[in-house]
């Protein structure tokens, strides 16, 4: 079992930077070869894909947060971090770290997913 505990939201204002972080704890072996991945769910929408680091190789954004928010792995490959900048209101939502194993092509689905956070609220007011 992996444990996955995200900190790091808050309120700002539009135009700020917020910091996540995901800490993977428990059977944390297969984590640093797992893809690492951010999804959100905004207020009253469905969930969303934000930024994954698959197998611990590339990053991939959703493009509307491409060149704002940067994706990245601590030395020990099991923690996650998520620069937020440039913060929009649009960004308002409930973030959530997830491990997993998906192919490439697949690293949208949040179905393919085993561990999930508890998620982190982040509110971006205009």
């Known amino acids: 079992q992996v444990q996955l505990v995200e900190s790091g939201g808050g309120m700002v204002q539009a135009g700020e930077s917020l910091r996540l972080s995901c800490t993977a704890s428990?059977?944390?072996?297969?984590?640093?070869?797992?893809?690492l991945t951010w999804f959100r769910q905004p207020p009253g929408k469905e969930g969303e894909f934000v930024a994954a680091n698959f197998r611990n190789t590339n990053t991939y954004y959703a493009d509307s947060v491409k060149g704002r928010f940067t994706l990245s792995r601590g030395n020990v490959k099991t923690t996650l971090y998520l620069q937020m900048d440039t913060l929009k209101p649009e960004d308002t939502a409930v973030y959530y770290c997830?491990?997993?194993?998906?192919?490439?092509?697949?690293?949208?689905?949040?179905?393919?997913?085993?561990?999930w956070g508890q998620g982190t609220q982040v509110t971006v007011s205009s």
């Open positions: 428990g059977s944390t072996c297969n984590t640093y070869t797992s893809t």
């Open positions: 997830a491990a997993g194993r998906p192919i490439l092509s697949s690293i949208r689905d949040p179905n393919l997913y085993n561990y």
